[in-house]
């Protein structure tokens, strides 16, 4: 990882004390997205079909990079640091998926992209639930990994059973108000690291760069608040993901991606009451970080969901 006291000042990135890395064959860019300056990383084929991929906490766009070099022979990859996220800018804002949602479809628009498909995981499987509701005439489809959505596949409850609430517990902790604050500052590798440890099949899927690399994106000015805030508009989430589905269903098509021992055991099954033409598979051997523990499978499934349906 390269050294913080080292990190290039590069024009337009708003987190510049935060080391860059680079993949080969992509490029570093920050686009205006509705009042909100949003790193994006874009690949290869300029003339093919635009993939855009969203990570979720801890992670930032760099959750994507052993997937991004397959899919870039055949598609037009772009990695998006969402609000708050890695290189992207850190608003003072309401952090609701459907607020956020605008941002990121704001972003894509403004890299030159009428219409794409969306992958992402976790929380940016959340946003993008959400802009797949506000935004459909600008989806192809819809590809969302491992994610308890507010609303839609997230329990209205923490289980209290040990054996599944260590999977859900920190959503309780995440919207007390203050106290994360004050026992995560200063410790956020400690924090960082027990979610890539914990829920990954093989506790060494990261290694300490890794771990360290996330930890100092959510350490970086404003990135613990922004984490939490996610969590803690995530009732407001789930209230406009209700209001919209009251007036549409998804009806483009949705690819659940699951991990054998993940946080959702069928994506598709859970998300098929909402969407017309959900499929799903289950990555075998996987965690909750299924492109970083199951990448080529990952890379397989998407290109075979992209190229599917832009046949049919």
């Known amino acids: ?9 590069v024009p337009g990135n708003p987190v510049r004390d935060l080391p860059l890395p680079d993949l080969a064959g992509f490029t570093h860019r920050w686009v205006d997205a509705g009042g909100v300056r949003l790193h994006a990383v874009e690949g290869d084929r300029p003339d093919g079909p635009p993939v855009v991929l969203l990570a979720g906490f801890p992670q930032t766009w760099w959750a ?6 397959s899919l870039a022979g055949r598609f037009r990859v772009i990695a998006i640091d969402l609000p708050g996220q890695g290189h992207s800018e850190r608003p003072d804002i309401s952090y609701d998926t459907h607020t956020v949602a605008a941002h990121v479809h704001a972003a894509v628009e403004a890299l030159g992209v009428p219409a794409y498909w969306l992958v992402a995981h976790d929380i940016g499987a959340w946003v993008a639930f959400s802009l797949a509701l506000k935004y ?13 959505i507010p609303g839609i596949t997230l329990p209205d409850a923490v289980p209290t059973d040990p054996a599944r609430a260590w999977k859900t517990w920190h959503f309780a902790f995440h919207l007390v108000p203050e106290l994360p604050e004050t ?8 924090y960082v690291g027990w979610f890539l440890k914990a829920k990954t099949l093989a506790a060494d899927t990261f290694d300490n760069a890794e771990i360290e690399r996330y930890a100092a994106s959510v ?5 613990l608040r922004a984490s939490l805030a996610y969590y803690r508009d995530a009732a407001e989430s789930a209230r406009r993901n209700h209001e919209a ?4 269903r998804l009806e483009l098509p949705l690819l659940g991606i699951s991990g054998s021992h993940g946080s959702i055991p069928d994506m598709a099954a859970s998300l098929k009451p909402w969407a017309d033409r ?3 598979i289950v990555v075998p051997e996987s965690g909750h970080f299924i492109p970083d523990e199951q990448p080529a499978a990952v890379a397989a499934a998407l290109t075979d969901f992209v190229t599917g349906n832009a046949a049919a």
Do not use: F, I, N, Y
């Not at 589905?245 to 549409?248: D, I, K, Y």
């Open 245 to 248: 589905l009251q007036r549409q």
């Open 219 to 223: 350490a970086a000015d404003g990135g």
């Open 136 to 148: 459909r005439s600008g989806l192809r489809g819809l590809a969302l990994l491992d994610a308890g």
């Open 1 to 9: 990882m390269a050294d913080p006291a080292h990190t290039p000042r």
């Open 278 to 280: 959900a499929t799903g």
């Open 64 to 69: 994507w990079r052993k997937v991004m070099p």
């Open 183 to 190: 026992l995560l500052a200063g410790r956020e590798r400690e």
